[in-house]
């Protein structure tokens, strides 16, 4: 026991002596007075004070792991200092635990993804030098996007993939992002090398070129460069989960319950990016990569009522996971929660997340992926996370636009509309979803709704114009063609 705590005290001086002046973070686990319940409104109230000063990280029985930025530090230690039910000891932050190998030159990059042989994580300029390859490679599928920059200036980046990437589409979009906590690169590397996979089959695979010619997939790697670069641009150890700032840019999105600022932070650079590109680019699915468990999270986080589409969620959720057990020889991986799935709030409650900015506000189905409970895994495991993945994302891609898909236009001249498609008896919580018209998108009111079979009734309604009700089965696998012409309201006249 002594050996423990003095090598403890070691690392914990090496951790100290070696952080970044201006991005430093610090990890506690904190013992909560029994084994946390989720249907315990006393201990979710007294999670919640806690998350006002940490972002909760994992809860294991009666530990409690949390991240603190050094702003928030002193806060949270009187708080927890005033609460004699509560102990906690102050850990080496997991980034700062393993030495991990990183490439050191655009060549090398390239040559471990061609190999299909991953076995370093990417320096900050070979990341950026590696996505601007791609996209120069495979022009004809593949175009390098920047959605802005981070405080730091690191750029945000997207590479979309998709037959023709420069023009506009009809065909549903999807958007797959990793490391939005900054420490958490797993599955950055595994989205790495789905955009390796994607490129270099398309021209052999059927499957691979069915999926490019008819979806949008817009894939970004590292959403928080400045925390997964925050000891410096060659290295991502010492990875933070926060921005530049101390901001845990997953709680800082504006909260169908608690708010546009559950954080009590202003919007970050990166959010006000983000926020700006789904102005831009209407989605219908997302997907968030994350470590530190290994389940699929749905909907919702902030609500402890289900979503309206709970049924769907449960089924893709469990689509995915069902996948990975199986990639991965049922020994034990992604067996989270209820063996793989897991509804948000029922986990732990979290505010001003992406999952629910996405379901809420931009009426996008999306959920959260926990690859590995590892958030940086040794480098001989890369391969083998992306190995696990690899076919519950094409099923995803595959399976989401099965449902409901057409377009809202003008009976007078068949010019798009931007009109509401809700389902009767059915959508609640801005569940419904929008035919849309914005920037390089359905430019004639296309709008696609994913869902399980069923008989649903839809209406259809846009200011200015007579709403329309349509009773339509849906049956599935294939998808379910609705489009409607809107009759403008005649004036009266008094």
């Not at 505010?351 to 895994?377: C, L, M, W």
Request: net charge negative.
């Amino acid at each position: 026991m002594k050996n423990f705590f003095l090598l403890f005290t070691v690392l914990f001086c090496f951790y100290s002596a070696s952080a970044h002046s201006t991005i430093h973070e610090f990890y506690f686990e904190i013992t909560l007075p029994t084994t946390y319940c989720p249907t315990n409104y006393e201990m979710r109230i007294q999670l919640k004070e806690i998350e006002r000063f940490a972002s909760i990280d994992v809860i294991e029985g009666e530990h409690l792991y949390v991240y603190v930025s050094a702003r928030k530090r002193d806060a949270l230690l009187d708080y927890l200092n005033s609460d004699p039910d509560l102990t906690y000891e102050e850990l080496v932050p997991p980034s700062w635990r393993e030495d991990p190998l990183i490439t050191d030159k655009l060549n090398d990059l390239k040559f471990y993804a061609l190999i299909g042989n991953w076995s370093r994580y990417p320096t900050y300029n070979n990341y950026v030098a590696f996505l601007d390859s791609m996209a120069k490679q495979y022009p004809q599928i593949a175009s390098l996007i920047e959605m802005g920059k981070s405080v730091n200036g690191h750029q945000l980046l997207l590479l979309k993939i998709a037959a023709n990437p420069n023009t506009s589409s009809i065909r549903p979009k999807f958007i797959l992002s990793g490391a939005i906590h900054g420490d958490e690169l797993v599955g950055s590397m595994i989205l790495l090398q789905l955009i390796e996979y994607l490129l270099t089959n398309y021209s052999s695979n059927q499957r691979v070129r069915t999926l490019v010619d008819n979806l949008e997939i817009w894939i970004n790697p590292i959403f928080n460069p400045d925390g997964s670069y925050a000891q410096g641009d060659d290295t991502v150890k010492g990875a933070t989960r926060y921005n530049a700032n101390g901001v845990d840019l997953n709680r800082n999105l504006p909260d169908p319950s608690a708010g546009e600022h559950p954080d009590g932070e202003s919007w970050q650079k990166e959010t006000v990016a983000f926020k700006k590109l789904l102005i831009e680019q209407k989605f219908i699915f997302a997907v968030d990569f994350h470590g530190g468990a290994e389940l699929i999270n749905y909907p919702w986080d902030t609500f402890q009522r289900l979503h309206a589409d709970d049924n769907w969620y449960q089924s893709i959720s469990r689509l995915y996971a069902d996948a990975a057990q199986q990639s991965a020889g049922h020994n034990g991986y992604m067996t989270g929660g209820n063996n793989g799935i897991i509804n948000g709030y029922a986990w732990y409650e979290v505010n001003g997340g992406r999952q629910d900015y996405f379901n809420y506000f931009e009426h996008t189905r999306a959920v959260t992926a926990e690859v590995s409970k590892t958030k940086i895994p040794h480098t001989t495991m890369l391969t083998t996370y992306f190995k696990y993945n690899l076919a519950s994302i094409l099923l995803l891609l595959e399976q989401v636009p099965r449902g409901v898909w057409g377009t809202v236009t003008d009976v007078r001249d068949a010019s798009g509309i931007m009109a509401s498609v809700e389902i009767l008896n059915h959508d609640r919580d801005n569940s419904f979803i929008f035919s849309n018209l914005e920037l390089n998108n359905f430019k004639q009111g296309g709008f696609y709704r994913p869902l399980i079979a069923g008989e649903y009734q839809f209406k259809i309604s846009a200011p200015g114009y007579t709403p329309q009700i349509r009773q339509l089965p849906i049956p599935l696998p294939l998808p379910t063609r609705l489009d409607v012409q809107l009759t403008p309201v005649t004036p009266v006249d008094h």
